[in-house]
């Protein structure tokens, strides 16, 4: 997560202090004969991959006609050759300018930008219009639900004719890498329902939007579902890994179906129960929803002076989980660094706040200062 | 890993005692409503997965005609929808009975056994027959050079025919979960040579092989390659993962190409380091170098006693990185838990050994006394 640090030198993602003499004084110094370089993973597409697999083998079970009716020879015999039906003709569907991992079946899902999957295979998965919705909101009630029908108008479309059938739909709460996104929480539960009468799972990736951020631990708490979702996908702030589920039949009916070496590692299971309890001791979530709407407002009462430099600001009632476009939206980031503030962008021209979760009020002043300073000079 | 425990009550591969409790207390304490499970993610598959990422960008950058090269209009958009040529048209060959992991692209290259692949959609990529060794090696010294050289002859076959052409070969040095099959160093040093011939990478997966089992940090050591490996993955024993490189032309030629949140975890970068300061400073690769001597010359000596029980005794002068074929295998595995030995199984009739690095001769001696044990009863 990229934070807004206000009045401090600007850092990059990285403990820059000594993280090139931990690599160097470890890692690098037990490097092969003739290699001399290092690339370091594990990330959170881990998440959305058990996921979808776990999506996959329930679908197929499903078809199969239940968790006890055992694999045919067939099936046994095509998945190691990497065909159907062992390897099903299934897929997931995911939506435009979403983003869910850089591993190969993530990456199919993704559809933010091209640098992410340029020159990487990828599955022919479909994907269905995000609802592009128009700000502000009050505004164009019409035409925001209009987008929002015809979004799943063609989600039903594909899921009933695409050659690769979905088994599953995954979709952030908002879209966060694609742009700062948002739909109402009436298309999601639309989209519950919809995918429900399929007979399809729905996966939710809260990799960017949980853990208190917007407001409510999760961000698609603000939907009031009364039929959750299948599947809640999280890594970043927690920490660790993994999904949530509640139905059985997620379960792996036979061993080592889904498996890895740490199982999602004790130790930084460890670290996400410690950041659970101290945001429950701070009350950080609420904290959090207040002090988004401060700076909310805020932000709109600048946007009024300078609706050139703010459009669409977004993320009202949504914590902190707030963005606007800007026209020269590069410039402006680098503007911000001048005076203290290390902000990032997401999409093509969206400025997005990601503060921590002790992000206070009178940070919110410091950074709304410091960005009327920018439209100002 | 899974190591001999001896004289202990038989372990599992988790922190049993209060892992429930850290998940209860923790991440299942903030579960979404109505989802009561967890799976948790995160492994070294990754590792896997980020270096074919790198080879498809390489190779495709090598045709493309340098780094500088920009993206083509059709390229940046057929990206986005999944289709060649920005989803290029290429693969990654591997070896029947290898395994690289479970994620999408990795376990498209994994060809162990059935259970890991069944009902997960998969890439139509190549693979080639691993060379199926009979022992005692001296023994069949022309009929293991035949299944070599056929191996051979087959990859460069699939290298040059095959409709989705590799851009990379990857392989185990010793294939570990598909039933620790060994190759001899001449069969290494020949694909390497048949890679660079067809301007392709040699990716050589370390997951299970590496951080010093075999008697050498490294297995791909025991080769003596004048040419190294493209790429080496590490992970499991080395508490992070990863790849090794050393040409500069495989870091990525613009940002945000290969990322991940969290670049593979400082916390665990420097658990690694620790690590290799233990292993250097008590000589441990050395070490078992030595106990691995000792443990392959009493279980050669026990199967003279008994050849019905253990048959095709392998890895000598590989460390602790033994394995034979039982024919009563997992009856086998019970019975050691019995007499007090965790041991575990790879392939369909191996026993395989993976003590960790500190069992020394006093441990060995307690392990074939067992294993003897068992035979006698």
Partial sequence: MTSALINRPALGNFPSSDWASIL???ILSVAPKGLNQVFTGMSGSDANETAYKAAFMWKRQQQRGGHHVDFTPEEISSSMINQSPGAPQLSILSFKTGFHGRLFGSLSTTRSKPIHKLDIPAFNWPQATFPLLKYPLEEHLQENRKAEEESLAEVEHLITTHPLPPC?????PIQSEGGDNHASPAFFRALRAL?????ILLIVDEVQTGVGATGKFWAHD???LTDPPDMVTFSKKAQTAG????NNDLRPNKPYRQFNTWMGDPARAILFRAIIQEIQKHDLVNH???VGEYLYSGLEEISKRYPGEIQNLRGKGQGTFIAWDSPRRDEFLKLAKGVGINIGGSGERAVRLRPMLIFQRHHADILLEGVE???KT
């Fill in 168 to 172: 599953a739909v995954v979709i952030e």
């Fill in 24 to 26: 160097r004084t470890g």
């Fill in 222 to 224: 603000h939907w009031n």
């Fill in 243 to 246: 999904y949530y589920f509640g």
């Fill in 373 to 375: 300073k920018i439209f």
């Fill in 288 to 290: 959090t929803a207040n």
């Fill in 195 to 199: 995918t429900r009468k399929h007979d």
